[in-house]
């Protein structure tokens, strides 16, 4: 498994690495319990999504550090996930190269300590990645739960946790108010 940012590339290098070759977008969808075997069924369920292009693929996961959680594996094995199926998305024109500075560049909005259970997972991330590459979201049923649960109607049934980041720091030091009280 390979972290983003990794080396920015330039154009000239992504023209001579070849460009311009079509290259299918692919979804692919993780079990994260097997409770979805029959949840599945439903159209709800509890899954890991990863975006799968020029022969790897890439998603989006929680850590305890202020730097990107973007992260590449093989595709269709992503360690710790039970693979389910993979959806055709589309294709981009992007070379591989184009490709990874485009995933390092999103990957700016997507650090480790952010990830939410409910409001910042994996699916938004594999949301996003689609949205901007074909103009159209990934199935809805992929992250449906995570909405239903945000809506209104559910928010106020989650336990208070939920509705803060799920990866927490804990301060090394105490922290300090401008007036020099401690803060909370």
Request: charged residues 20%; neutral net charge.
């Amino acid at each position: 498994m390979r972290l983003f940012p990794l080396k920015w590339s330039s154009s000239k290098e992504s023209q001579r690495k070849g460009g311009g070759n079509r290259a299918q977008l692919y979804l692919n969808v993780y079990d994260l319990t097997p409770i979805n075997n029959y949840l599945y069924w439903f159209g709800l369920g509890i899954y890991h999504s990863g975006i799968q292009v020029h022969g790897s693929e890439y998603g989006f996961g929680a850590h305890e550090y202020p730097t990107s959680g973007v992260f590449e594996v093989e595709p269709r094995s992503c360690p710790g996930f039970i693979f389910r199926q993979s959806v055709l998305l589309g294709s981009t024109d992007m070379s591989r190269s184009e490709f990874q500075s485009f995933m390092e560049h999103l990957s700016g909005k997507y650090h480790g300590d952010t990830y939410h259970l409910i409001a910042k997972n994996c699916n938004h991330f594999t949301d996003e990645v689609c949205k901007r590459l074909t103009g159209e979201n990934i199935p809805g049923w992929v992250n449906r739960l995570a909405r239903l649960v945000s809506s209104s109607f559910c928010n106020c049934l989650l336990p208070e946790s939920f509705h803060i980041t799920a990866v927490r720091h804990l301060p090394d030091r105490p922290a300090y108010s401008d007036d020099g009280s401690d803060s909370v």
